[in-house]
């Protein structure tokens, strides 16, 4: 005697099988374009991190010399 539900629940694995796989295509992509994204990023980190150092060194130096006028 087969089972009446067999077809049905094959269908269903068979659909959660190609969800699974187009979801696992999406996030391989979705993580190929974060990779790509923080190596961009990697640039604008250190030019950040440059100019936070030399704005640290232009307050000392100011600082240091008393050369630091007050606002007009």
């Known amino acids: 005697m087969e089972n009446?539900?067999?077809k049905r629940h094959n269908a269903l694995l068979s659909r959660i099988v190609?969800?699974?796989s187009r979801l696992n295509t999406s996030i391989t992509a979705l993580?190929?374009?974060l990779e790509t994204l923080n190596k961009?990023?990697?640039d604008i980190a250190t030019i950040a991190q440059?100019?936070?150092s030399y704005d640290n060194a232009v307050q000392i130096h100011l600082d240091s010399t008393q050369s630091l006028s007050r606002p007009q």
């Open 4 to 6: 009446p539900y067999e």
């Open 18 to 20: 190609a969800n699974v």
């Open 31 to 33: 993580n190929e374009r």
């Open 40 to 42: 961009e990023n990697n």
């Open 50 to 52: 440059l100019w936070s």
